[in-house]
C-alpha cells in the first residue's frame, strides 16, 4: 500500500514557476514508476510526465515538453514536477500517481493516486 500526498500549488502568473511535491509513504517507493496527470476544469485528466523507478527514464507529453521537468528522490520517497514557462492552459488539479508496472501514459494503469493540489496561472 501507498499513500501519496501533493503540495506545492498555489497561485502563479503567466512566465512563472512553481514546483510540486508528492510525498509517498511506504518503504517500497524506489519500485514504483511515478506519473503527475492533471484534471482542468470541464476536461477530463491527462497525462503530464512520468519517470521510471530509477528516475533514468522521463516522459512528457507534448503540451509541457521543454517547459516541466519531472524528477525524483528515492531517498526522501518524494517525486517532483517542476514547471516554468507557465500558461493560462496550465492551470489544473495536478495528480500524482505510482503504478507497480512498468512506465505509461495510461491513468488506468496506475495503482496509487493521490488529493491533488491547485496549480493557478493567471494572464
Known amino acids: 500500500q501507498v499513500q501519496l500526498v501533493e503540495s506545492g500549488g498555489g497561485l502563479v502568473q503567466a512566465g512563472g514557476s512553481l514546483r510540486v511535491s508528492c510525498a509517498a509513504s511506504g518503504r517500497t517507493f524506489s519500485r514504483y514508476a511515478m506519473a503527475w496527470f492533471r484534471q482542468a476544469p470541464g476536461k477530463e485528466r491527462e497525462f503530464v510526465a512520468a519517470i521510471t523507478w530509477s528516475g533514468g527514464n522521463r516522459y512528457y507529453a507534448d503540451s509541457v515538453k521543454g517547459r516541466f521537468t519531472i524528477s525524483r528522490d528515492n531517498a526522501k520517497n518524494t517525486v517532483y514536477l517542476q514547471m516554468n514557462s507557465l500558461k493560462p492552459e496550465d492551470t489544473a488539479v495536478y495528480y500524482c500517481?505510482?503504478?507497480?508496472?512498468?512506465?505509461?501514459?495510461?491513468?488506468?494503469?496506475?495503482?496509487?493516486w493521490g488529493q491533488g493540489t491547485q496549480v493557478t496561472v493567471s494572464s
Open positions: 500517481a505510482a503504478s507497480r508496472g512498468v512506465v505509461t501514459f495510461e491513468e488506468y494503469e496506475y495503482d496509487y
